[in-house]
């Protein structure tokens, strides 16, 4: 094994994903695992490397993560020799107007990405309280952050803009755009594959359990259907995906609900699992014969079909479609009934080759290609964190010690 490593923390609202990987000859993964904050005692999973585990963990999760990195580090250091590590790289959600790449975490970077949490309420936290939680295990490792917003800062300024008072843009009230570490790694993995898909104009559907679609022109991000915050565009999991602000005014007024009930309900009780009233997991939607399971999995494909006919517009054309991400990765029939609405943009796929989740998914006569590729975002963070950290004028961390 190498003699230099690089771990990454990709923290979503629910789980925090690790990667450990080999510095030397560039970053290679040697590690993956996950720790989930839904169950309860927390579980760590450790899915790749020199050893398999499924443990229980006796930390409780809180505003401090550090007893629950421990004791993480702790069980990893059976198999890996965490006195090896020589640097974390982070996840952060959002990075506002200010970030439009990976940085090297000092004082003032750490006091900006604090300045966003409300820009992303579930995701921002997780992801500061992990660095946190580095600087007191371990404050001499220096830390990076990648952005997801990142990648869609080549997005057109009218693709960003809301039909609302020129002073709220200007405040930052505008379309971010989500999924940039996901986004960006699958560019490049269209580039190497496809390369003459990849200079056209490409609809990535990114569907996991947080979802949303990207516009890529010659591999340059155009549109994206995320917008100002994780909520918008088509459904997921528990979020609503786009939805008329009347709705609001209807359920803050006339129905006098609170601020927090009815961002609960938009972040947690919406979605698949609030159309079906059975299950935020698509698999057992899919197993499901009660017709409000097929109702929310027959919206959750109209919507990203309509919505990728609208990033077709915005790019003027649509040549191609990548299903990524645990939806778009392994459920052939989600993808199916997508394909179906966008026939008469000339899609059409090839079944047998859909249903055996081959990387190329459409029929040879289909005037636009399809592919399913597997998106790797702790790749991203791992090579983004050793390209600053490689950086001769990369600043000094100064987050060490700062809980």
């Given amino acids: 094994m190498s003699e230099r490593l690089l771990i990454t923390f990709n923290a979503g609202s629910s789980t925090v994903k690790i990667g450990l990987f080999e ?80 940085v090297r975490i000092d004082e003032a970077v750490l006091s900006q990405l604090e300045s966003l949490t409300a820009l992303a309420p579930l995701h921002q936290p997780q992801a500061l309280r992990l660095i946190h939680a580095i600087a007191r295990l371990r404050p001499e490792l220096p830390q990076t952050a990648s952005f997801d917003t990142a990648f869609h800062r080549t997005n057109a300024e009218l693709t ?34 496809h390369p003459e ?54 359920l803050l007024g006339q129905q006098n609900r609170s601020l927090k009930d009815v961002e609960d309900m938009l972040y947690h009780w919406s979605g698949l699992l609030g159309v079906s009233g059975v299950s935020a997991d698509s698999r057992e939607l899919l197993a499901s014969r009660l017709p409000e399971a097929r109702e929310a999995i027959e919206l959750f494909a109209f919507r990203i079909a309509g919505e990728t006919a609208r990033i077709a517009s915005t790019l003027g054309g649509f040549d191609a479609v990548v299903f990524t991400a645990g939806i778009g990765e392994h459920q052939p029939e989600i993808r199916s009934l997508v394909a179906r609405r966008l026939a008469w943009l000339g899609l059409t796929l090839d079944e047998a080759a859909n249903a055996a989740n081959a ?4 029929a040879a006569e289909s005037a636009v290609a399809a592919f399913v590729i597997p998106t790797d975002e702790e790749q991203v963070i791992a090579d983004e964190a050793a390209s600053v950290l490689g950086a001769k004028d990369a600043p000094v961390a100064e987050a060490a010690g700062r809980v």
């Fill in 160 to 193: 960003q803009r809301f039909a609302l008072p020129r002073a709220l843009h200007d405040e930052g009230v505008k379309r971010y755009g989500f999924h940039g570490l996901s986004y960006k790694h699958i560019a490049g993995e269209l580039g190497r594959l």
């Fill in 23 to 102: 510095l030397d000859g560039g970053p290679r993964r040697v590690g993956k695992g996950m720790i989930d904050f839904r169950r309860a005692p927390l579980r760590f999973e450790l899915t790749e490397g020199p050893d398999r585990f499924d443990v229980t963990l006796e930390a409780a999760p809180g505003s401090d993560m550090h007893e629950v990195l421990e004791e993480a580090f702790g069980r990893l250091s059976w198999h890996f020799d965490l006195g090896l590590i020589e640097a974390v790289g982070h996840r952060v959600v959002h990075g506002g107007d200010t970030f439009s790449g990976p």
């Fill in 197 to 250: 898909a990849a200079k056209g104009k490409v609809v990535v559907a990114h569907l996991g359990s947080g979802a949303s679609l990207c516009g890529l022109e010659n591999g340059v991000g155009r549109d994206t259907s995320m917008g100002f915050s994780t909520l918008d565009g088509i459904p997921m999991a528990t979020r609503c995906g786009a939805l008329d602000p009347g709705v609001l005014l209807h």
């Fill in 359 to 362: 990387g190329r998914i459409s």
